[in-house]
């Protein structure tokens, strides 16, 4: 039989932001599938001009309300490289452990209140509460734990206040860290609690091939700083930022679109695990293993195990940083500086991929011009590109309307996409 | 639920946001350890980004973000006329909050800045009061989860208290901070309202001024302390214009 039907969700809900989705089928045969992004530009790069260096990263992490640290991270990364400041060893670990915090926060708070009702078919996690309290219980133990670090090292867990140009402008105490670490420890359960919760969920099977886009440094997982590499064989420095991005404006959307090496990228945890599985921790490889997970996996639907298997790798390598600090005497952790002409890019992964800050500045450190190309907006146009094979996928092997819906918004969440942070 | 004696219902609650980060509303989502007991006193009608259930019956508004496009005042007047009580949270729902910094650029030249020759609506960032009447305030960058949970309770219970009419100063006072103007810095904690535990300068950062100014405040002097101790006017500047939180002071600066 040739079905008919037509697909329209207005600002779909349970991710960051606005964007639509629509989809037609004329006699059985897909004719537009859309990801619209609609969201109110903010035009920081334009607010941006002429604010000290010292406050820029007070003004980006105002971009996203669920990355802040890693939005004040890019910045200051960016500006320290500009103006050559070298932050002491101590406050670079902080800095990691902040990226940590927001990054299992992040995680959590995807994978259990946005991705998880729809793998349960439920409207939002509030009815999961009912369902599956012990599982919800572990979500928020985990998203607290995540809120918990950065709190530890940035002062809260949104809007970080004290990550400076130079470090930071106060170091946790040491019985703070241990508390954290002690934290960490007997929240294990609760990961491996969630982890057992994800083997019984079915991912959808879905491969369309695609250009992975993650920061690499060869010796560890990486978070802040390295080399920009694809899964296409492209390496770029740093600063060749532009040349990973390729900025284009597309019609049907306020975010702009990106590419490399084909119609369009993706960036995220799962483009951080294609490039770099093998700097993973111990347990977190195993964690991968298990649930099939191996580089390069091309279905984005597995971007939500690669968020699982990252929250296993923040909690062996957040112990490990706490151990380190617990061995320093934290007295040097923010080094002075002249502001000065510069201009340098800073990339850090966020958790929903890698982002990048370009600042110049001019002889008193003020910002002359700014650029900041967000993971989502690099994720945009695959998303685009997927819903359509998806949908025809769909439509090809008879789904119905509400089927492929499912498919679709689930397709979409899978990304973690934070829209108003893409259109910032 | 039962509060002095008196049985209250669930208050049936949506949660929307305009043109911002989404962190106010993130901070809902916060405070993990009481968060099953907060949901149990609000019936969630509404809140696009963590439920796809959405009714129009709700009672109490919380409204995030600024507004800069002529489609946004549309849908929240609509908003307003649903809601017995709609509550402005955020900076940006406030004052305009950082998307103000926008303001001080002509729009051709943003748009053409960011976006080229492509056509993109963009107005002034405007605060959620200039547009509709708001029934509280809570300002902060972002909002604090404990003082958003005394004001819903205070709602639900019919107990509304008010925020704290002194400065940040005080609150860091009591937590024992080395004052930041002795490190000669500019920190706006002798005029920004109270509520935030003081929470920047005792990470040893200036108060930027996030939830605009206390009651009774004593600009003049404050000022005065900034020439006295001759710290940057410009650096004053700065922060007074970072959260738009404080236009009605700006034009007695000397």
Redesign the interface.
Known sequence: MKVDFNIDIH?L?????HGNIHISVKEGKLTDATWEVIE????F???L?G??AE?AS??TS?????C?ISHSLASIRALERAMEIEPPKAAKAIRLLAMHGETLQSHA?HLF??AA?DFLDM????PI?HSHPEIVKAG??L??LG?EMSIAT??????P??L?LGGV??APSKERLKELKEMIRKRRPALDKATEFFRTLSIPEFVRETEFISLRNGKDYPFIGGDLVSTDGVVRDENDYLQMTNEY?V?FS?SKFTRLSRHSSAAGALARFNNNSRLLGHRAHQIAASFGLEPVCHNPFMNNIAQLVECHHIFENAEMLIESLLDDDLQEIRTSYKPKAGAATGAVEAPRGILYHHIETDDNGKVVKADCIIPTTQNNANIHYDLHALAAEAVKEGKTDRETEKLCVMLVRSYDPCI??SVH | MNHLGFKIGKMKIGSFDFTCCEGCQLQLANKESTLPDFLGLLDIRNFREISSERHDDYDIALVEGSITRSDEIERLKAIRAQASVLVAFGSCACFGGVNSLKNRIPAEEIIKGVYGDKAIETMPSTKISDIVAVDFMIPGCPVSKDEVERVVIGIVTRSLDNLPKYPVCVDCKQRLNTCLFDLGEVCLGPITKAGCDAVCPSGRTACLGCRGPADDINFPSFLQVIKEKGLSQDELREKLTFYNGFTDYLNHES
């Open positions: 600002h809900p349970r991710v960051e932001g109110t530009p903010r035009f790069e334009m607010m001009r604010v000290s406050r007070f003004l105002r971009i996203c309300g669920i802040s708070l209140f946005l009702p409207p939002s996690a509030i509460l928020l133990s998203k607290e809120n940035t002062g809260r867990a949104t809007h206040v004290s400076v402008s106060k404006l019609d306020t108003s942070c």
